[in-house]
């Protein structure tokens, strides 16, 4: 049996030796599976390695099957955008999160098949297009806020986390006394601050009491951007207050689990895969999970989540029955199971019993909605690159908050002309 496993740094230079790879297919006279499969993917470690460890499991089982997993990292959605255009995409590919708004023409329906009856009522939406297609299959979902340490939570004085934005800033100060970092931020990739822009909007914006009619209007194009001031304004608020790590617009991700994993930061706006890479540095780290703080007094608290680890099939892919063959089977329950656990997120099927460690912490705020990132449900395609690029000049001083709305309405306006 032969492994085929990368893991990919790539430039758009690359694009054509990427995209130049065929594969070859199928079943051989003795009703064995035989031939090639690509499968793309964003994740990193340990989700990775846990899929990874599935696709072993699935070549073992099928020894005349090769499997070329890859991920390409932080490139993934530009080069997932250059290869629709071409329509040469991989035989079976991560959504990240965009199954339906960017990735469904291109997907195969799976509704016929028997996973899709076991996938999560709190998924099962991310993953179905309008006319009832199911297009992606979640191994994981998520169901995140705000990442928090318990330990330097109860060292600060507080006996329950943050409720609303003014009880978050007031801790903050409460662990900035103690000598820690209350928000962590690595400004050297800034898809953290483009992710704590992406989670605050939709408390500021779309479920705060005076929210209005934001909603159907950031869908029809007719949003006003200087609404967009609040979102701009936590960052610099952080900043300026003195809330974020000292090296907030240098430090590299690599470290997050790190500072966390020892008590160095308080606060890390990540998933729970985050969680997972700090246990595994020191596993009585006492981390956990917080909702998203309410932005007034009298606004619920919310989680943000949707579809994770999520793989759907290339409607055009040459190799369908193999790739049928991969999703059923990691979803099985006992494959789908270690890829739960590895990352450590919650599972996208009903039938799975995963060993959460946060799962009492969740149970606390059990009543309370999971709504979608905002940039996947009212932002057109393309605009977390405004994000990210206006995130990392709001945390540097470089950009205003008014500079920001405008950067903001520019791009907007341009990709909704061009949808």
């Not at 990735?103 to 999560?120: K, V």
């Not at 409720?163 to 962590?184: H, M, N, S, W």
Request: aromatic letters at 10%; a negative charge.
């Amino acid at each position: 049996m032969k492994k085929l496993f990368t893991i990919v740094l790539v430039s758009f230079c690359t694009i054509a030796s990427l995209m130049a790879g065929g594969s070859k297919e199928q079943a051989a006279d003795d009703g064995a599976l035989h031939g090639s499969l690509t499968v793309a993917t964003n994740a990193s470690s340990p989700t990775f390695e846990a899929v990874e460890k599935v696709i072993e499991l699935f070549m073992e089982e099928n020894p005349g099957v090769e499997v070329e997993y890859t991920t390409y990292g932080s490139d993934y959605e530009n080069l997932m955008k250059a290869r629709m255009a071409a329509n040469d995409l991989p035989d079976v590919f991560a959504t990240h999160g965009w199954a339906v708004n960017r990735y469904a023409e291109y997907l195969m329906p799976l509704n016929d098949l028997e996973l899709s009856q076991r996938i999560s009522p709190s998924v099962i939406d991310t993953v179905t297009t309008d006319d009832g297609s199911i297009v992606a299959m979640p191994i994981t979902m998520e169901q995140s806020g705000i990442i928090y340490n318990k330990t330097i939570l109860k060292e600060a004085g507080w006996d329950h986390v943050p409720r609303t934005l003014d009880e978050f800033y007031q801790c903050c100060e409460d662990v900035k006394a103690l000598g820690i970092a209350p928000v962590y931020i690595t400004g050297k990739d800034t898809r953290i601050q483009a992710n704590m822009m992406d989670i605050m909007a939709v408390s500021m914006l779309i479920t705060c009491n005076d929210a209005g009619d934001n909603a159907e209007r950031l869908y029809d194009g007719t949003f006003d951007w200087s609404k967009w001031a609040p979102v701009s304004s936590f960052i610099t608020e952080l900043r300026d207050r003195g809330y974020t790590n000292v090296d907030a617009t240098t430090a590299d991700p690599i470290y997050t689990q790190e500072k966390l994993a020892f008590g160095e930061a308080m606060f890390n706006f990540n998933n729970q895969a985050m969680i997972t890479s700090a246990w595994e540095l020191n596993p009585d780290a006492d981390l956990s999970m917080m909702p998203v703080p309410a932005f007034h007094e009298d606004d619920e608290q919310i989680w943000i989540g949707g579809e994770r680890e999520c793989y759907g099939i290339w409607k055009d892919s040459p190799n369908k029955e193999l790739a049928i063959a991969l999703l059923e089977f990691m979803a099985r329950p006992e494959n789908a199971k270690i890829v739960c656990d590895m990352a450590g997120m919650p599972a996208g099927f009903i039938d799975i019993d995963s060993e959460q460690k946060l799962s009492e912490d969740y149970a606390q705020f059990a009543d309370l909605k999971i709504y979608p990132y905002f940039d996947r449900e009212w932002l057109p395609s393309g605009m977390w690159a405004t994000m990210r690029t206006i995130g990392g000049a709001l945390t540097a001083g470089e950009m205003s908050v008014e500079d920001s709305c405008r950067a903001m309405s520019d791009s907007y306006l341009s990709l909704m002309s061009q949808q």
